[in-house]
């Protein structure tokens, strides 16, 4: 998580700077202690794993290597996206890594359907797959279709959902009635955990509880965390409509100063090993962007312009 | 033997299922029951665990098969009507229309829409979607004419490695036979001269193909020989074979079901005028059903889609010129 946020500290500062993020920037400052310990739960080349918007450190977790994220938001020709697709939108989906649309709640069937062609093939074992959601992004009728066909289907899916109290400007009040989305759960069959989204523990207890459940046979888990974005919905969001008693609430404390504080409290890791570490996640940043900058751009005349893999039936080809 | 356009849709997914263990069969009502149409009637017995019932979740639906075509699986999805695939017009579109291109992983899956129109079915269950979705990059549209395509190009759909959207028009279901399936013949992406003629020419597929072969026969008692080209799938347009069917009548009409603004039949038109202009004889024309949505009486029906008299009508029109 610590690495996440200096990955996402840098892609800010490209941003600010201007010229070399192409497109926009969407962080998940905040959100890392629960992002990752889902993905820590994942083990990457066998679980199937959705992240959405905020989850550059479940990203970090399940095995996702700093050049694709870099390669993406430089738009370079070499990344998984070639410039074709952007930011938070990458994934390899061969490798269990699947590559988002914009559209909140779609990828909940789709996970499950990874899941589902794997039990058909016999090859789900106990793997399993998780994909994240919005508090906003649950009021969608794909969210809405997608856990009730995981739940109908018994398939070993972990949702998580991250409910950050806004979605864009619009708060929890606008967007749902139910007291707490974990009784949602319930309404899909499914089991709910509910963990504290700005404590690193309670998140970890939480995942592998909920992602141990899952791959036992029972059926999919919704995780629910409360907190805030440490920022705006993008890099171009000042986030002025955040009121400040929620800000100095205690869902607006900083998931990584918690679990700072947590560590060496416990005597697992002192100041000096947490610098360490974050000397270590520079070299590793500053490497991948040196690389990802060295790299071509794509090239409107090496591009195939075409969006079928059967070439003969793409129109207006002459081959 | 004699089989119907519905028992070739049935017989192409048996054979598929029989053929290839990837391919398994998702929708509304489609185990057991063998679906709305009886269109997977027995195939749930045949190939246990291979032909599901899914929730009434069109979109959930098309999510699960791109999914599971991600993971190597050939799924073939039906939507209990192809207007209710506006449920999951995103995942279509979005999803399974960019997966290849955005992630260099190919999406085969095969969504059968029961399409068109049928008397009695009203505004909500008679719609023909080839339009819409043609639209979209990166989906092929197929619309079988006659029983042997409905077989042979429900087969060469679920090979495919693309998302295929098979338009299977249920007017055909029952009213259209054949002795037998016939051979494997043109592949997915060719147009069919249904009847070779020298005056104009008419392009079509799906049902509109019977009504403008019904209205070629009609105007051959006048002296008239009009070309009737099937184009059998809609994208991939088969563009050669129109151009050159109009280069040796020097007319066009494009007949389709759905609705006029836009679509197939002013693709074909567009193509035409802009590169063959110079072999047109006369401005080419367009005939598709009103624009309104689909009324359910009879006798509101028949006169919204095309038929053989307001085809023939403007084929006169057309050769008068
Ligand atoms: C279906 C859909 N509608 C609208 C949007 C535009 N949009 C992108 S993010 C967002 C807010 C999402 O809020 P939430 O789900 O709570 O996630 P958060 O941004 O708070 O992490 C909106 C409205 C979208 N991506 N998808
Ligand atoms: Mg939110």
Redesign the interface.
């Known amino acids: 998580m610590q690495l996440s946020r200096q990955v996402e500290e840098k892609l800010g500062s490209l941003y600010r700077s201007g010229g070399r993020i192409v497109g926009g920037v969407y962080l998940g400052k905040g959100q890392e202690a629960f992002s990752a310990a889902l993905g820590v739960q994942l083990v990457g080349g066998r679980d199937v794993y959705g992240p959405l918007i905020r989850d550059q450190a479940g990203r970090i977790a399940f095995g996702e290597p700093l050049l694709d994220c870099f390669r993406t938001y430089l738009g370079t020709a070499t990344g ?2 070639r410039g ?2 952007g930011n938070i ?1 990458r ?4 490798e269990g890594m ?2 988002m ?3 909140l709640g ?13 039990r ?2 016999g090859s789900l074992g106990d793997t399993v797959g998780a994909t994240s959601i919005g508090d906003g992004g649950t009021s969608t ?2 969210f809405h ?2 856990m ?2 995981a739940a ?1 289907e018994k398939l070993p899916l972990i949702v998580s959902v991250a409910n950050n109290q806004f979605a864009y400007s619009t708060p929890n009040s606008r967007q749902f009635a139910c007291e707490d989305l974990l009784s949602r759960a319930e309404g899909y069959g499914v089991r709910g955990w509910s963990v504290a989204g700005t404590d690193l523990a309670s998140c970890l207890k939480g995942f592998r509880a909920a992602v141990a459940a899952a791959r036992s046979g029972s059926g999919p888990q919704m995780v629910v965390g409360r907190m805030l974005r440490l920022g705006g919905h993008g890099e171009h969001d000042d986030a002025s409509y955040v009121p400040e008693e929620a800000r100095f609430s205690h869902l607006g404390q900083d998931c990584l100063m918690v679990a700072e504080k947590t560590l060496a409290a416990r005597g697992l890791a002192s100041a000096e090993v947490v610098k360490g570490w974050e000397q270590e996640g520079r070299k590793l940043i500053d490497a991948a962007i040196a690389q990802a900058g060295r790299e071509p751009l794509p090239d409107p005349y090496r591009e195939r312009w ?5 070439s ?4 207006g080809r002459s081959e | 033997m004699s089989l119907t356009y519905l028992e070739a849709i049935r017989e192409a997914q048996y054979e598929a299922l029989r053929q290839n263990a990837d391919v398994f069969l998702y929708g509304q009502d489609i185990g057991a029951f063998g679906g709305a149409f009886k269109a997977t009637k027995g195939l749930a017995r045949e190939f246990p665990g291979r032909v599901f019932d899914s929730p009434i979740s069109e979109d959930a639906m098309v999510g699960l098969a791109v999914g599971a075509a991600i993971e190597g699986a050939r799924p073939i999805l039906e939507m209990q009507f192809a207007d209710f695939s506006s449920v999951g017009f995103n995942q279509i579109v979005n999803q399974a229309g960019t997966q290849y291109w955005r992630t260099d992983v190919p999406c085969p899956i095969t969504i059968r829409l029961p399409s068109g129109g049928t008397p009695g079915s009203g505004p909500f269950h008679s719609q023909s979607m080839e339009s819409i979705y043609a639209h979209y990059p990166g989906l092929v549209i197929v619309t079988p004419a006659t029983v042997e395509d409905a077989y042979w190009m429900l087969l060469d759909s679920v090979e495919l490695n693309d998302p295929v959207m098979f338009c299977e028009h249920k007017f055909l279901y029952y009213h259209l036979k054949a002795d037998s399936l016939g051979e494997r013949s043109l592949p997915i992406g060719k147009a069919r001269i249904a009847r070779p003629g020298r005056h104009a020419t008419v392009v079509t597929y799906s049902a509109m193909l019977h009504e403008a072969l019904k209205s070629a026969e009609e105007l051959q008692l006048d002296g008239y020989q009009i070309e009737v080209v099937d184009l059998r799938s809609v994208k991939p347009m088969d563009t050669d074979t129109i151009l050159a069917s109009v280069a040796r009548t020097g007319r066009l009409l494009a007949v389709g079901e759905s609705f006029p603004w836009g679509g197939v039949t002013a693709e074909i038109v567009a193509r035409v005028s802009a590169e063959a202009f110079h072999l047109l004889d006369a401005p080419p024309m367009r005939l598709n059903s009103k624009d309104t949505p689909i009324p359910y009486h009879p006798n509101l029906w028949k006169s919204h889609r095309p038929t053989v008299t307001t085809i023939s009508d403007a084929v006169r029109r057309l050769l008068r010129y």
Do not use: Q, W, Y
């Open positions: 998984p996206m074709r697709d939108h994934g390899r989906p061969k699947l590559a649309i914009s559209h779609a990828l909940v069937s789709v996970v499950t359907g990874v899941l589902f062609a794997r058909l093939r009728g794909a279709e997608g009730n066909l109908v075409d969006a079928l893999s059967t003969h039936l793409v129109e």
